[in-house]
């Protein structure tokens, strides 16, 4: 797995934006970034908080629901679906918790990835008054958040994946 303190230095975030513009770039920088599973380069981390922000607002799914942060490596997300219980007790009558114990569900959610490939025109990255990289960014987030809103959509099997 990759340091992630490799790609919040100033050097990663220059030379990624430079190799994606076509302008010349350090592969030393730039294979800080890359995974070896995929060859696939990871966003500076400068441009995260950015990145979050735009999907959040692109994505109705992102605002009104739960995030759930994992470690890096195999997991799987335990969640339950139950339904709530309330009820009246006299003062000191014992409460019966356990009764309603067997109404818990357990269910495995597995993590997904969810990737995006977006063309663009050589002489647009190379525009060099064009903001490309917000432009890039708001892209990215406008076409993973409709992904999302179509994989999420009430019409979807209940053991389908929702975690993306």
Do not use: Q
Request: aromatic share 12%; proline share 4%.
């Amino acid at each position: 797995m990759k340091d992630y303190m490799s790609i919040s230095t100033p050097e990663y975030d220059l030379h990624f934006w430079n190799a994606l513009r076509g302008r010349n770039y350090n592969p030393a920088f730039l294979s800080k970034g890359a995974t070896s599973e995929t060859g696939i380069h990871l966003l500076p981390a400068s441009d995260g908080g950015k990145f979050l922000t735009y999907l959040k607002a692109e994505s109705l799914f992102r605002r009104i629901g739960t995030v759930i942060t994992v470690g890096i490596g195999d997991h799987h997300i335990l969640a339950k679906d139950c339904k709530d219980m309330a009820g009246w007790y006299d003062e000191g009558e014992s409460i019966p918790v356990y009764e309603g114990i067997r109404d818990f569900t357990v269910l495995g959610l597995g993590s997904r990835k969810l990737a995006s490939f977006i063309k663009f025109d050589e002489e647009f990255a190379r525009d060099a008054v064009f903001d490309f990289n917000d432009y890039l960014l708001r892209r990215f987030a406008r076409v993973m958040a409709g992904r999302k809103s179509r994989h999420l959509s009430p019409e979807r099997p209940l053991r389908s994946p929702t975690v993306c």
